[in-house]
Each structure stands twice: as C-alpha cells, then as structure tokens.
C-alpha cells in the first residue's frame, strides 16, 4: 500500500520573523507604518498608488508569477495588494501576522529587479514600493533572521561576513603569495594613496572566495593597473541593510566605502562581478548619503574588463572553447546599462556565445537577489519554486548548445548554482574572471 | 423636466468645469509641492530627453514588448482612449452647444465617424470589463471601484448615443447624459481616472531613471 501523493503545504519557519511579530502592538504596527507612509514616503509612493489602475499588466514580467503557473498572487501588483494596499486602506491598522506575512512576500517573493518596471505602461516603480513594505517590516523589526544578521554584520565591522581588520588583510597577503608562485613580482598594493583605482570586493570573496582576489590581482597585474586596495574597513561593498531597509546602516557603510577612496585619494573605484554592490554604491547608497551619482565614479567589473581589452592592455592568448551562455545580472544591466559591454567582453574571450531567451534587460531574475537568497536556508525552495521559468530558459540555451552560464554577479552565480542543481541543468557556472583569467596573455 | 435640463446643463456644468479644472490643477500642484517638500532630488533626476523618449515610446502602438505580447489589448487600449478624448472634443452637437453659447466652433468629426467611436469606446469598455471577470491577474487586484470607474466612463457614451437615435425618453436620456458626463468629468481628479494627469509625469520619471541613470531601456 502506498499513501496517495499529497503536496504537503510547506510551512516556512523562520526565526526573525517568528520572534519579530511576539514583539508587536497594534499602537506600534499602526505608528511605524504611518512614520514610513505618511513620514517618510512622498510623491513618489502616492503618484504610484493613485495612478495604478489595476490593469495587471505588470504580471508577466515576474519570474515567480510566471514560475506559479500564473498564480495571481506573486504578480507584482498582487503582492502590492497583499501588503501596501492593505496597509494603506487600513490606515496602519493590521494585525501582527499580517505584517509577518508581508515581509516574507518583500523580503523573499520579489527580488526588486525592477523587471515589471518595464512591463508597467505607467512605468510604476513596483520594487520600490516592496522595499517600502520592507522598511516598515524592518523598523518593526520583523526582518528574516539571516539577512537580519547580515545587516548585523555590517553595522558592526562594515562588511558582510564578520570579517575581522587582520583577517582581512591576512587574506590579501595570502592570495599575493599565492598569485606570486605564477607571477613572482606580482603585488597586490595595499593603503597605496594616489592610485589611479581602488578595487574594492563583496565580504563573501575572502571569506569564501578568495581565489576571486587572486585573479583580479593577475589581471590588474598583467593589464600594468596603478591599483590598490584598502587595509581598513571600507573595503567592503556590498550591503545587506539597503535590502533589509535599514537605511541609516546602508549610509553608514557606504559613507565609509566612499571615505576610504577618498583617502586614498583613487581616481576611481573598480568594483568585482557584483550586482547588488553596484546598485547599492550607484543607486541607493549615494542617494542616500545625498550624492546624485556616486561622488567618486564607479566602474563595475564589466565595464572594467571592457575597457582592458579595448585598450589591449589585456589581449587573449586562445578564446575559451566550450560554448558559453550570458546571464544579465539586473543590477548592472536594467541597472547599468552594461549588456552590450558584457557581449563584447564575452566575445573577445569566448569562441561561442549563445543567447538565451529573453536577454538584456529582458533577462529573467536569478531569484536570488534583491537579499533573497540572504535570507538564507529557509527560503531555499521559494527560490527554486519561484523560478522554474528561469530553468526552461537555461534548459532552452543549453539544448542550443550552451555548456557553461557565465553570471557576473555573485548573487547570481549563487542563486543559478542553486537552479541549476536542483532542476540538473548540468552547467558549468563561471565569473567573467574565471575565464578571463584562463584565456589572457600572462608572463611566461 | 424643463427645469431639471436646465439645472444640469446650466449650474451643475459649470459647477462640474470648476472641479474638473481645479481639481486637477489641484492635484497637480500638491504633487509637486510633495515632490518640492519631501523628495526635491526627483527634480534632478528628470530629463527631459529621456521623459519624451519613454512617452513617445509607450504612446506607439506595439513599440514596446508588453504591447506585443498583448495585441488585442493594445489596439483596444489606444482605440478606446483616442475615442475617448476625441469623441466628445469634436461631437458636432457638443461643437454646436458651444457655438449657441459663446459664438465659438471648431472642426467637427462627420456624424457617422462618430457613432462609430462612440461604439468602440462603448465596445471597448466591455472588453476592459470582461477582461476584469475573466482573467485572474486582474481579477485578483479588482475592487468594486475598479467596476464603478468603468462604469462612469461608460455611462456618457451610452447615453449619449441613445440620445442621439432619440429612440426613448429623449428629455430623460439626454439629462442623464449631461449628468453622466459631468460625474465623470470630476471624477477625472479624484479617481483613478487620474492616470490621465499623473501617467505621464510617472512615466516621464522612470524614463528619465533608464536613460539617464541606468543606461537602460525601459520598454
């Protein structure tokens, strides 16, 4: 006898919003959730709220509605209704649970990759609204527990994974001693003021990463980059807090980024394959801090190898053989604006690149970003669930003969590795680095 | 009746002008003064080439991939609003009110062009209507005002074109008429009708935030 196949409903526990919401009164929901709407919001929340006609247009352009078989609810305008609509109706006066369900929705059923931005024929700022539900959730202090730490973490030593001061600067000795076995005058250039760059990394790479460090020393070696890199906190900048909505941490940390180049008195920051860092230190973070566009220029990785290989300051010695596929991260594509420079970096080092479909700013989301995949183990299915339609896409590039994903961004990367396991596309998932690094001119 | 004609197509006309017109300046002018107070950097942000790339784009039928993904839509969606505006602007008997009155006129649309869009805003407020029923992403946001806005901008092209064939009722049609167009004329400001003001300056943001800032485009 076999029991009949049941879809067992999964109950998602998590700690940070469990223990969040014991902590609540109705005065409190009711006073912070008119502090952030009436308060802090402005024309921009009402424009959006009173222009929307509840069209449903914007539907399709998320992968979680498109990956639920079209469940109304995970359309971007369906989650506005579950959480800001309410909200507002209510004028503040929902339960606790609401607010534990609202936060999940914000926190882990959108990525915030502005995708259905596009898709609105108003052009409504869909993920700005969900990062406002995400900013009550958080002044509650009903935050996902892990990306909740993550915000800790950066509050107290300014990067992401409580990364001690000599850790850091342990781990970048480490990677020039280990980069200088292959180039032995290679120098990864530390507190050196007046360079012409600083390059500046996500807490993950030396925690876990590390050697992302030691290809980006080799390229900046070969390439002859008047570089260096801070021994102080600064160094880091990523940035959980702009996704957990602790604004007041996310000004802090990127105050302290913008400082330490300032220091150092770089002519710019290079940043690695990073999406959200890029939104954070060009979009959110400088706005913050009251900078219309960054105060020191940023240049992303992408635009970073672009420029090396345009100025041959880095030529190839053979392109990469295996096919490759190109995921456009959100942040610096929608974001940035850097997918044709992508293709033309992925040409010079790539002998095949096969598109996969939609691209560009069209791309699907990995589901990971937006802080999703920081909110850690107990989301992990909400992320596979909520992107099926980003397997077909791969499964589709991968019939055409695409064999490796290249993802720059990191939440990608991580976010695609998941997908990709857990639907057994079989890709090999590579940085830009990686192959860059494989197929460049080095010294013999 | 006679009194009632008058009443509505004399006090309650100008009445419904006054709110139509002030309310939306009304409308207009607190957004900006809650942009100039609290969020004073969107200012900086607007550009005005990328604000009139983004309009003319999304004011092409089929130029942007959401429109070609829903093609009944979009050819209803601009029939609909081009009649909308069009209609009542250039009706020879609105043209003619107008000329009695103040001794002012302008082009008018020939009479059986405009029964024709008269019935394809007609049509095409069935079709909105249908889709609110019958597609669950919409249906899932859809409210009751959702259908009583539909149901207001219906109403003056009903009515309007029942007065027009003079079938029933003319006095009562027509008053309905005058009535139905002045409730939707002031709803305009303080509705969701307010698209009509406000979609443009939205629009015009988030072009101005793909062109200029993210390099992007946004359709």
């Known amino acids: 006898m076999t029991e009949a196949a049941v879809k067992e409903e999964k109950k998602i526990t998590d700690e940070g919003l469990e223990v969040g919401v014991q902590n609540l009164t109705a005065e409190r929901i009711q006073k912070v959730i008119n502090r952030v709407l009436k308060g802090e919001s402005g024309a921009r929340l009402k424009a959006y709220v009173d222009t929307c006609v509840h069209c449903g247009l914007c539907s399709e352009a998320c992968h979680y509605y498109l990956s639920h078989d079209k469940d109304p609810q995970y359309s971007p305008v369906g989650k506005v209704k579950q959480t800001l609509w309410k909200m507002l109706k209510a004028r503040g006066n929902v339960s606790a649970d609401f607010i534990k369900r609202a936060s999940e929705i914000a926190s882990t059923e959108c990525n915030a990759c502005k995708r259905c931005a596009m898709y609105c024929p108003f052009g409504i700022d869909i993920a700005y609204m969900m990062l406002t539900v995400r900013r009550i959730c958080h002044l509650l202090g009903v935050t996902p527990l892990y990306i909740q730490d993550t915000a800790h973490s950066h509050a107290v030593t300014m990067n992401q994974m409580w990364i001690k001061d000599d850790e850091w600067i342990d781990t970048l000795q480490w990677q020039e001693e280990e980069a200088q076995a292959e180039i032995p005058t290679l120098r990864i250039p530390l507190e050196r003021e007046g360079a012409d760059i600083m390059y500046s990394v996500i807490g993950p790479e030396p925690k876990f990463q590390a050697q992302l460090l030691y290809q980006a020393a080799v390229i900046m070696d070969v390439a002859g980059v008047d570089w260096t890199m801070p021994a102080t906190p600064g160094w880091d900048n990523s940035d959980m807090a702009m996704y957990t909505g602790d604004n007041e941490i996310m000004g802090r940390v990127k105050r302290a980024h913008f400082e330490t180049a300032a220091r150092l008195r770089v002519n710019r920051i290079v940043m690695g394959e990073c999406g959200h860092a890029f939104r954070s230190v060009y979009d959110m973070g400088n706005r913050w801090l009251g900078w219309r566009m960054p105060p020191i220029p940023i240049v992303h990785a992408i635009d970073f190898y672009y420029e090396l290989i345009q100025n041959k300051k880095i030529t190839i010695t053979e392109k990469f053989k295996e096919p490759v596929t190109l995921h456009d991260p959100c942040n610096v594509i929608r974001g940035g604006g850097l997918a044709e420079k992508a293709r033309y970096v992925v040409n010079a080092i790539c002998e095949e690149l096969i598109e996969m479909h939609p691209n560009r700013e069209h791309n699907y989301c990995c589901c990971a970003g937006g802080g999703v995949i920081n909110c850690g183990p107990p989301y992990k299915m909400t992320r596979m669930d909520g992107n099926r339609i980003k397997a077909e896409q791969l499964f589709a590039a991968k019939s055409r003969g695409a064999k490796i994903l290249i993802a720059p961004c990191h939440n990608c990367h991580s976010g695609l590795e998941d997908i990709n396991h857990h639907y057994g596309l079989g890709y090999e998932i590579k940085f830009i680095s990686d192959i860059l690094y494989e197929v460049m001119d080095k010294p013999a | ?219």
């Open chain 2, 1 to 219: 009746m006679h009194s009632i004609y008058n009443f509505v197509s004399g006090p309650l006309a100008w009445l419904a002008f006054i709110l139509f017109i002030g309310g939306c300046l009304y409308r207009l002018i607190s957004l900006m003064v809650l942009v100039h107070r609290k969020e004073k950097f969107i200012y900086s942000y607007m550009s005005l080439k990328y604000s009139l790339r983004s309009i003319f784009r999304w004011s092409t039928p089929f130029a942007t991939e959401n429109m070609r993904r829903h093609p009944a839509l979009t050819i209803v969606a601009f029939a609909f609003h081009i009649c909308l505006i069009l209609t009542p602007l250039f009706l020879l008997a609105h043209v003619t009110l107008i000329e009695e009155s103040w001794n002012l006129s302008w082009w008018t649309l020939p009479e059986g062009l405009a029964e024709i869009m008269t019935l394809i805003v007609v049509a095409a407020c069935v079709f909105f209507l249908v889709r609110r029923l019958v597609n669950p992403e919409v249906r899932y946001v859809t409210s009751v005002s959702d259908y009583i806005l539909l149901a207001i901008v219906a109403a003056p092209f009903i009515t309007g074109f029942l007065v027009y064939y003079q079938w029933f009722g003319y006095q009562t049609l027509l008053i309905l008429h005058i009535l139905s167009g002045e409730v939707m004329l002031v709803a305009i400001p303080f509705t969701r009708l307010s698209h009509m003001l406000f979609a443009p300056l939205t629009r015009a943001y988030m072009g101005s935030e793909f062109g200029g800032v993210r390099h992007a485009r946004d359709w």
